[in-house]
């Protein structure tokens, strides 16, 4: 594993290097892997990852009616769609799609996953986006609490992927400590561990690429 003085080099580099902003940039992982065959969907990387580190407020959608709407509400999440609206979405692709793409999670009761297969599966599977099913009786705060600091990376069919992992006002050693979560994470999941990975790069959303390993 990457030792962290290694990383949090890397990072420091990272945001020196970043031509100065008025504005607050993201920082990103970059991982490239080898030696895996991502025809196989055994091998494809799809984790949603606690981070020691907020990096900022996550959007997240709840799907459902009844208890889960007041726990919805409770909970502060972002929007709260019903039995109707997933259908009626169904029916407006372009804004079906713009939702999938405004809001990172998505919980949903159990009882309207039929719906949202049928109406809305077309729509967030593809981004991985597939609501998370919340039984008739389960407090969802705390699991809107973890996904709000947590993110979601995934390779698809590809030998690389990419996922925030920190901004610019966060300190060097702050962002580390989410570089090293995403990493062992995804070293966990490849058959030969850091054997499968050809190279690790850090960078602002402007500036340049550095390698950390």
């Given at each position: 594993?990457v030792?962290?003085?290694?990383?949090?080099?890397?990072?420091?580099?990272?945001?020196?290097?970043?031509?100065?902003?008025?504005?607050?940039?993201?920082i990103?992982?970059?991982?490239?892997?080898?030696?895996?065959?991502?025809?196989?969907?055994?091998?494809?990387?799809?984790?949603?990852?606690?981070?020691p580190?907020?990096?900022?407020v996550?959007?997240?959608?709840?799907?459902?009616?009844?208890?889960?709407?007041?726990?919805?509400?409770?909970?502060?999440v972002?929007i709260?769609?019903?039995?109707?609206?997933?259908?009626?979405?169904?029916?407006?692709?372009?804004?079906?799609?713009?939702l999938?793409?405004?809001?990172?999670?998505?919980?949903?009761?159990?009882?309207?996953?039929?719906?949202?297969?049928?109406?809305?599966?077309?729509r967030?599977?593809?981004?991985?986006?597939?609501?998370?099913?919340?039984?008739?009786?389960?407090?969802?705060?705390?699991?809107?609490e973890?996904?709000?600091?947590?993110?979601?990376?995934?390779?698809?069919?590809?030998?690389?992927?990419?996922v925030?992992?920190?901004?610019?006002?966060?300190?060097?050693?702050?962002?580390?400590?989410?570089?090293?979560?995403?990493?062992?994470?995804?070293?966990?999941?490849?058959?030969?561990?850091?054997?499968?990975?050809?190279?690790?790069?850090?960078?602002?959303?402007?500036?340049?690429?550095?390698?950390?390993?």
């Amino acid at each position: 594993m990457v030792d962290k003085t290694q990383i949090i080099s890397a990072v420091t580099a990272a945001m020196e290097q970043a031509p100065k902003r008025k504005f607050q940039e993201s920082i990103d992982i970059t991982i490239n892997l080898k030696h895996v065959d991502m025809a196989q969907p055994k091998n494809r990387i799809d984790e949603t990852i606690l981070l020691p580190q907020a990096i900022g407020v996550k959007k997240i959608a709840v799907l459902g009616k009844g208890d889960i709407v007041s726990q919805a509400r409770n909970a502060g999440v972002d929007i709260i769609i019903g039995p109707e609206e997933i259908e009626r979405l169904g029916g407006a692709p372009r804004e079906a799609r713009k939702l999938a793409g405004q809001y990172d999670y998505f919980l949903a009761e159990t009882a309207v996953m039929p719906l949202v297969g049928r109406w809305l599966g077309q729509r967030l599977g593809p981004r991985g986006k597939m609501p998370q099913p919340i039984p008739m009786g389960q407090d969802i705060t705390p699991i809107v609490e973890r996904l709000r600091n947590s993110v979601k990376i995934r390779s698809k069919d590809r030998l690389n992927m990419s996922v925030k992992i920190g901004n610019t006002a966060m300190s060097a050693e702050a962002v580390a400590e989410n570089v090293d979560a995403v990493l062992k994470r995804v070293l966990g999941r490849l058959e030969n561990g850091e054997l499968n990975v050809r190279s690790v790069y850090v960078k602002t959303t402007m500036g340049p690429a550095v390698k950390v390993m």
